[in-house]
């Protein structure tokens, strides 16, 4: 079955790190670049993060510019955001998302209807 796989969620005090993985099954991300949204109880869902295809080429929200950091490992058809110095605010649903031969810039993601494939999520609790 051809989908998209999150880990990494989970409950942590404000200052602490996660390390989501989202990890492609029965298809190769090579060619994809990967994007991580998140969702928040009553609020749209918003784009954190991307990196390109080629690794060229990464985005970051405002929110979370200088806290988060996405990187892929291609050889593990794996992509991870790791995220520092939580807040409450991040408390979300996160996704990850596989767009084909997407690009990422610094100023810009592919929006959400360019994605391929979305994985189920994965929940992130920051306590204060």
């Known amino acids: 079955q051809v989908q998209l796989v999150e880990s990494g969620g989970g409950l942590v005090q404000a200052g602490g790190s996660l390390r989501l993985s989202c990890t492609a099954s029965?298809?190769?991300?090579?060619?994809?670049?990967v994007g991580w949204f998140r969702q928040a109880p009553g609020k749209e869902r918003e784009g954190v993060s991307c990196i390109s295809h080629s690794s060229d080429g990464t985005y970051y929200a405002d929110s979370v510019k200088g806290r988060f950091s996405i990187f892929r490992d291609n050889a593990k058809n794996t992509a991870y955001l790791q995220m520092d110095s939580l807040k409450s605010d991040d408390t979300a649903v996160y996704y990850c998302?596989?767009?084909?031969?997407?690009?990422?810039?610094?100023?810009?993601?592919?929006?959400?209807?360019?994605?391929?494939?979305w994985g189920q999520g994965t929940q992130v609790t920051v306590s204060s």
């Open positions: 029965q298809f190769t991300l090579d060619y994809y670049s």
């Open positions: 998302a596989a767009d084909l031969f997407g690009e990422c810039h610094a100023d810009s993601m592919p929006p959400r209807r360019d994605y391929d494939y």
